[in-house]
């Protein structure tokens, strides 16, 4: 199905019979493209290739946030940065069907560990362009892995390139540790779990 985009802001699908509430200033709607121009969208319509150099960008990662049988966090230690702990996730690839499952390779290529549940989220992160990113954003999501017993942590094998050991930490020693988005970041994963009710943080 074409798409063409109104440079006043108005999205239109061909044939689509469906509209977004009349506040939104973009809003689609459900009468038939004129052909008034060679690619079939109406005149002064932007193609959506170029449309979509008009909205904001943004980069998408996901983790899992684990615990261990006595209820402490399950980190691992960059081999790019000695001093940086993460948690085990990365950023979304092409082919990746969801933030969910892009949790799910990651965690398989840092840890061997697989993972087989369904997704629970317990936070999202947004994160603005910053100096080393300028003009992306980053969106984060944060899953419930729940509970590690003994063996799955015996069975744990990092990937040498990105991380030189695992460790599970008590809140303090958490925090004594990892950097404050990280600590951020456990703080409100273990709230979520508590309460049932997943969490929204900026950076």
């Keep these: 199905m074409q798409t063409a985009v109104r440079q006043t802001g108005e999205r239109s699908h061909a044939g689509s019979a469906s509209a977004v509430s009349g506040s939104l200033r973009g809003r689609w709607r459900g009468s038939e493209l004129s052909a008034t121009r060679g690619d079939g969208a109406p005149a002064g319509w932007l193609p959506i290739e170029q449309y979509i150099q008009t909205l ?5 990662n996901a983790a899992f946030y684990f615990t261990d049988e006595a209820g402490r966090l399950f980190g691992m230690k960059s081999s790019h940065r000695p001093d940086y702990w993460q948690l085990p996730g ?28 369904e997704p629970a989220l317990l936070a999202t992160l947004f994160r603005g362009p910053e100096p080393g990113w300028p003009g992306y954003s980053k969106v984060g999501f944060l899953f419930d892995g729940g509970t590690l017993r003994a063996e799955q942590l015996a069975a744990v094998r990092l990937d040498p390139g990105e991380h030189s050991q695992w460790a599970v930490f008590s809140g303090p020693a958490w925090r004594a540790t990892a950097s404050p988005l990280l600590v951020a970041c456990a703080e409100a994963a273990a709230r979520a779990r508590a309460t049932g009710r997943a969490e929204f943080l900026t950076w």
């Excluded at 904001?56 to 998408?60: G, K, L, M, Q």
């Excluded at 892009?102 to 840092?110: D, G, M, Q, S, T």
């Design 56 to 60: 904001p960008h943004a980069t998408v």
């Design 90 to 117: 990365g950023d979304m690839d092409h082919g990746d069907a969801s933030p969910f499952a892009a949790a799910v390779r990651e965690l398989a290529e840092e840890t061997g560990l697989r993972f087989s549940g």
